[in-house]
């Protein structure tokens, strides 16, 4: 036994169950970037499906503890890291107008989802979950929640749906979106305001911006990076009313903490890369480690849940999430038609 392995015996026996499964994880966000940069799918989808190929390592054997740990832990750690790409600098480039109509329509979009899923007779989770990845930030933000609502069985199948509809949703908005702008003729901030405020996932937010025009492509980006700071307060939130939920039900499910402490590491880098204490090497290092640490935690996510149990999530569930896509595009059109 090494000296390392006397201080920290139980860490470096968890290090060491949990390395067969993490690095096949890691194999496989390997395998998704490459396929992305050459093929030109978004990798997350493609970790994703990658994933859901290797269902059964998370079975049994080796691997379990890696998988687990890729799904759950690491996955908090690249939601925390977002933190580092987020400043107050941002709010003053596009002024109260267009940040206040993007604020306005994440929290649209989860009433809305809420109220949807009544009518659609779907749980509680499920909308807030969809609606807070429709919302916000597609994948990122769907696991960020997940992470934080009680669970229960359906908990990772819903949180694979989520995924799956977010990516391919983007994707199918990514091509048409700027059509649709071009049609009601926007200018490069409106279409950027459209685009940054609709799109679900960063990459295909970046790739329908920039199809444009370089203006287009940067207000689309700092729209979207200013919904993925609405992450953490949104986060906390749900955690704080789940609480609260929970105090009078005990039977929802296992408790998550009133405060995770991802949420709480978000804040700090998104404070101190707001008064310029975090360089911006260091800042784009972290969102690279974040981006990676993301992409491994949904291959993960995919080796844990069954293709067979996803689709049986039943066509409300579709009905919901397309009907939320829907409505904070044609929510944000209209509100930037009304400006013109």
């Not at 306005?104 to 009544?118: D, E, Y």
């Not at 779907?122 to 009680?150: D, E, H, K, N, Q």
């Not at 949420?263 to 800042?283: D, H, K, Q, R, T």
Request: with cysteine; proline share 3%; glycine share 8%.
């Amino acid at each position: 036994m090494t000296s390392l392995q006397k201080i920290f015996p139980l860490q470096m026996e968890q290090v060491k169950a949990a390395f067969p499964g993490l690095l096949i994880a890691i194999l496989v966000a390997l395998s998704a970037k490459f396929l992305s940069e050459h093929y030109g799918a978004p990798a997350m989808l493609l970790a994703l499906l990658l994933g859901i190929a290797l269902h059964f390592l998370s079975e049994e054997g080796k691997c379990v503890s890696g998988i687990k740990f890729g799904a759950s832990p690491l996955l908090r750690i690249g939601v925390a890291l977002l933190g580092a790409r987020i400043s107050v600098e941002l709010v003053y480039l596009l002024g109260a107008k267009w940040i206040g109509l993007v604020v306005l329509g994440i929290f649209l979009t989860i009433l809305f989802g809420w109220l949807a899923s009544k009518v659609l007779g779907r749980g509680w989770r499920f909308a807030i979950l969809t609606g807070g990845a429709v919302a916000i930030c597609g994948a990122s933000a769907a696991m960020a929640i997940a992470s934080v609502l009680p669970k229960n069985e359906h908990s990772e199948r819903n949180l694979i749906f989520t995924i799956l509809s977010v990516t391919i949703l983007s994707t199918v908005a990514m091509i048409a979106y700027p059509a649709i702008g071009a049609f009601f003729e926007l200018d490069d901030l409106e279409m950027g305001v459209f685009i940054g405020g609709t799109i679900h996932d960063v990459a295909q937010v970046v790739g329908a911006g920039f199809s444009i025009s370089d203006q287009t492509g940067e207000f689309a980006t700092v729209v979207k990076l200013i919904r993925v700071a609405m992450l953490a307060p949104i986060v906390l939130a749900i955690s704080l009313l789940t609480q609260m939920q929970l105090s009078d039900d005990h039977d929802l499910g296992k408790k998550p903490p009133i405060i995770p402490l991802f949420v709480v590491a978000f804040l700090v880098l998104a404070a101190l890369n707001s008064i310029g204490f975090i360089p911006a090497f260091v800042s784009d290092f972290l969102a690279e480690i974040s981006r990676w640490a993301l992409l491994v935690a949904i291959a993960a996510v995919g080796m844990k849940t069954s293709l067979k149990k996803v689709l049986d999530v039943g066509g409300q569930a579709i009905t919901l999430i397309v009907a939320e896509t829907i409505f904070i595009a044609a929510l944000i059109l209209v509100c930037i038609m009304y400006f013109k």
